[in-house]
């Protein structure tokens, strides 16, 4: 049960690489994309339903290994800065369109993804007891690989050419290392079996709508034109 | 002020703001829902006019919602992990259900609401919304379990130095959140009820154009407060017996926290009377225009008693984090610095002031320009044709 768990988190942590991954990726590549609004356009319907991965990731940190959430007041300062980014990127797309100018977001967007992009870094050579200028640069590849993807995202989107999967598979890499490097002891602080038992028993109904209501916006928006929201 | 406080006060601070903003969501989501659901039916211009503009009303306060709640998930991590260390078995579950089978589901259906428009089936897309609806509810439903644990630890047994979960059923039927859920979701309905009022009342005073989409509204707006405020009274009242049961001093020697519960006892009531002699005169609300300044002029008390709500609820719980077992002071993470707390305390509060002021501006915009130029649901600008 320890091990089925550790695997919905690891899944759901590489599912927000791979998929809020392009949005963050095609937010840091804003100030050189000539046709910012059909960019946000493309990513606009997906950043809902991407971005809700990482707060899934911290739902089941609490749940299940709640031992292990440690993590984040052992690395207070990438955390508050990926949260202020994180919240930052979200009011940019939300304002852009309607408050100031949208320059003045735009470049909210593309400094606030890359902000964390950072606080990734940081946070993921933390875990492993690296030092801050590491993670630093662990931050500079995971954003350089969300650029990637984000740049192939918006090929396959806007021009409809080519397949994901590997910027994808790329842009999960950052977060698959540092899994693989404390699997061990993550499962080792897992919640009491019977815990996990209800929330196994809980969670299993969803399965089903959760992979459902994914699909059904790959399929609604993955092709047609770009609307216009954000 | 020591770092406790300041933990403390951050918490308040956002846990407010991201308050203020979820009420909201919960009174107006439903509406919208029946709103886009009348427009399915018939088809109608003003149905569809009505649906876009109180719908985009609805998602500029959304967004606003997830921003401060993404802050408040993780704070728990960042500032309390005593809490998780002592009770991080019984108080994970509720939370982890929250994200997994509501949020989730919430945040990706309104994905497809909003950018559903010309593109989804229309019942399906009536559907996300009803779908957006009820995930906000069971949101509500795990959060109000996670809290209902820290007033009275149901469910729960001692194990050494930590708690362990022991009935989860017992969790769910905690007297603590028995009729403080019902509480909350007519609050809701209560804050919805006003917005809709009072918003159509700017409307009809101004004599704007939309005269027949606002009258409309502000019927509805007047049953929704009408049935928000009987019930948020009554549930409220409801309460007394559980919750002295099993914290019979909540609000002995808490000042703060009795304070609290006596200005929301005197605003639910007068909020009752109003809505009570509005839903008498609803047949003419619309056109006596004498009405709808007081109408604009008590909108903030909803908004106002809910905060003292929480006031009461949060304060009468000093100074325990959880009830009889596990003090505030205890819950602090460990070692968390005066530095530290105080850049996260300027980063969160600082940050989510400023956007939620600018929310505010712009949902009163939105409502200022009317019906007439809304960019939810708005129709795609053609392809641009192909040229060589």
Redesign the interface.
Known sequence: MDILWFGVLALLLIGYFTLEGFDLGVGMLLPLTPDRDRAIGAI??????N???L??V???????F??C?????AN??A??LL??S???R??GL??R???FTRAFWEWTIAVASFGVCLAWGLLLAGLGGFSVPFGLLYGLLVAALFVMHGRRFLDWRLTGGGSLLVTGALAAVPAIVPLVGTAGAVVANA??S??LT??TF??LP?VP??AG??I??WR??GK??V???F | MDVLDLARLQFAMTGSLHFLFVVLTLGLAPLVAIMHTRYARTGSTLDERATRFWGQIYVTNYALGIVTGIVMEFQFGLSWSGLTHYAGDVFGAPLALETLIAFFLESTFLGLWIFGWHRLPKWLHVATIWLVTITAYASAFWIMVANSFLQHPAGSVRDGEVLRLDDFGALLTNPSLSMALPHVLSAGLTVGGFVVMSASAYHLFRRTPDRELFSRSLRMGVWTAFAGTMMVVGFGFAQFGPVTGVQPDKFVDRPLAAFGLGMMILIGHLLQLVALVLVILVKWAPRWRFLHPLIMLVTPLPFIAAILGWIAREEGRQPWMIWERLTVADAITPGLTGGQITVSFVAFVGVLTLLAVADYVLIVRIVRRGAHEVALGENPAPAPALTF
């Open positions: 606009g319907p997906f950043v809902l339903a971005e809700v991965w707060i899934a911290a739902g089941v940190l609490f749940g299940a709640p031992a959430e440690n993590v984040l007041s207070y300062e955390v508050v949260l202020v994180w919240v930052l979200d009011a939300w304002f369109r309607r408050l919640a009491p019977a815990n209800v929330l809980m969670v969803f709508v959760l209501a994914q059904w916006v609604a928006f047609g034109p609307p216009a929201y």
